[in-house]
């Protein structure tokens, strides 16, 4: 309980810190908060083991901190520094990181999907039990990538796990105008997979739902669907006036958010006290603190190495690229031993 | 190998094998040399391949080896990728290499920048069969490298022979970054050479071959051009008398422009010849390239045939005319020749 409201927080401190930053002119290009939807990142991934693996899309960063992702990496991806995990040559979310099992998405929508299909069709060919985890807005499941990733994972039966975030607005347009769908299962239910709804904004039926998908892919019962609802609070991005959005449906909203509505369950059920909350956003302050003096003191990379990693360098990675593959990565986890039961939920700490 | 493909091996270990069957025998060899290596694409499995190329894989490898897809190009190639990543080496089979267009998203923005963006590469093949001369009109018959040739991080291979259809593509399943692999289907059942049974033939990539050798000038091509070349300098040769030498490029990604300022520094003349259209062809790519490094040894302008400037035409009379033909080719040395 305490890992799940502590990852929380630290995404929404994070991207409050990043704001700051954006103002202040260190981000690099554009800021893309998840401001109200860091229940549906973080319950669903708290749902895999160590060895499976989650594609993010931009704006799903709790769930990168979930998987071990330490904060002031995502602070030096936006502050372009060299020792991001792009090494300064893309943005965002956008990067691999086998050991925690992280794929990276690209800009083009969708396109995570049919990758990830991949990792997950390599668990089978493997006989690993292992699970694959990714999330798309409803905006980006109206793009052709999508819609093949959707028939690939349905066809080859794969274990993966497909969170539909459906947050309203794709960039500027409201999702009502992208699709005739009112219920978004439906569109998940077209390709023949089961679909749970979840109240996107509940950390606790996010991963509920999370859990039963995993469980199931992992069992071999192939591919899920879960659509959480919930809403971006903000623009698309940091530089978006977001002047198409309704006062009072923005109001509705900030009414259901998710940190302080899972506040109130921690402290109602006794699981975690009020002043146990305020240690543990501070200790996230402190933490982020001191991470933001650390990156601004860091360098961008040097120009030159623009050139470099275009292609493998045989000298320097003989095996590329399965050399960065960690023991996290290939070893033969028991897929149950890390959170194998909901004993985590009575024990807090993960 | 299935009872369908009747081996027939001289003494010496040597048989007769088509361009076809040396992709199948690339493919067969390293899956069977190498178990992270399998096969998925359109109708590949049971049918066996729109070609027959994959005939028998199933039996042989199974079902997690040998997979038949939903036509679904951009899922392929990305559950190609994502396979890579994990340490397999999966070779995407596109139906007709017209249908990479679908799949482009996830070989320009996914396959290509990976490894620059993040470090870790997909070492994928893509493959199918490319070009024209088998009247299949616009959409089973283009020539798609120059779609590609403006995206770093992709490698690109056309063989002409037998020996580099299977040393290309041996070295393109082994290679750890993205290759696109184009097969040229007219050459599919049309050339043949005595390959040995088993033999293990890899051609590193980027390295050209020299296919016919000469004196007064060069013409650079690939793939099935390879063989009009030759056979337009055969004709030249034997009524000018004047030799003309035949760079098969083999890869076209990267691109040996070292053989190809070799060739010209010494016979001063260069005809660049591709079944892609003109406009933004790599011919033109070439030309630029060797006036930056040997536009003092050139003795005439350097010249390009190509296909014309439109789509892949149906009819046998317009197909004949869009294709570059032998008698271009003589047209256009003779014309550099003279100069």
Sequence with gaps: ?350 | MSEDHPVTVTEDGLRETTYLEAIRDAMREEMLRDDTVFILGEDVGVYGGAFKITDGFLAEFGPDRVIDTPISEAAIVGAAIGAAHMGMRPIAEMQFIDFIAPAFDMIVNFAAKSRYRTGIGAGIVIRGPCGGGSRSGPFHSQNVESFFANVPGLKMVAPATVRDAKGLLTAAIRDPDPVLYFEHKFLYRRVKEMLAVGEEIVVPLGQARTHRPGTDLTIVTYGAMVWKSAEAAELVSREDTREIEVIDLRSIRPLDIDAIVESVQRTGRLLIVHEAPKFGGFAGEITAQVCEQAFEWLDAPIRRVTAIDTPVPYAPTLEDYYLPQTEDIVAAARWLLAY
């Design chain 1, 1 to 350: 309980m305490r890992a799940l409201y502590r990852h929380m927080v630290l995404t929404r401190a994070l991207e409050d810190r990043l704001e700051s930053l954006f103002k202040q002119g260190h981000v690099v290009g554009g800021l893309y908060r998840c401001l109200g939807q860091e229940a549906t990142a973080v319950g669903s991934s708290y749902a895999l083991a160590d060895g499976d693996w989650l594609a993010p899309s931009i704006r799903d960063v709790g769930a990168l901190y979930v998987r071990g992702l330490p904060p002031i990496a995502m602070l030096r991806q936006y502050a372009a520094r060299e020792a991001s995990p792009c090494g300064g040559k893309d943005n965002t979310t956008h990067f691999t990181i086998p050991e925690l099992g992280l794929l990276g998405p690209i800009s083009p929508l969708g396109t995570q999907l049919c990758v990830l299909n991949g990792m997950a069709l390599t668990f089978k060919q493997r006989g690993q039990t292992r699970v694959c985890m990714t999330y798309q807005g409803e905006g980006a499941s109206r793009t052709g990538a999508s819609h093949e990733g959707f028939v690939m994972a349905a066809a080859l039966d794969l274990p993966i796990v497909i969170v539909l975030e459906h947050n309203r607005w794709s960039f500027g347009t409201r999702s009502d105008r992208a699709a005739a769908v009112e219920d978004w299962a439906h569109t998940a239910e077209a390709y023949g997979l089961p679909v749970r709804s979840v109240d996107g904004n509940d950390v606790l039926e996010v991963y509920e739902a999370a859990r039963e998908a995993v469980d199931r892919a992992r069992a071999g019962g192939g591919p899920g669907v879960i659509v959480a609802e919930t809403y971006r609070m903000l623009g698309h991005a940091q530089h978006d006036s977001q002047k198409y959005m309704a006062p009072e449906e923005l109001e509705e909203w900030r009414g259901r958010d998710p940190i302080q509505r899972f506040e109130r369950v921690l402290v109602d059920e006794g699981w975690l006290s009020e002043s146990g909350c305020e240690e543990i956003r501070t200790a996230v302050d402190a933490e982020l603190a001191e991470a933001v003096n650390q990156v601004l003191a860091e360098e961008h990379p040097e120009p030159d190495t623009a050139r470099t990693r275009v292609f493998a360098d045989p000298e320097e990675d003989p095996e590329a690229p399965w050399t960065r593959m960690s023991p996290i990565g290939y070893a033969d986890l028991s897929p149950t031993e890390s959170r194998g039961s909901r004993a985590w939920l009575d024990g807090g700490a993960r």
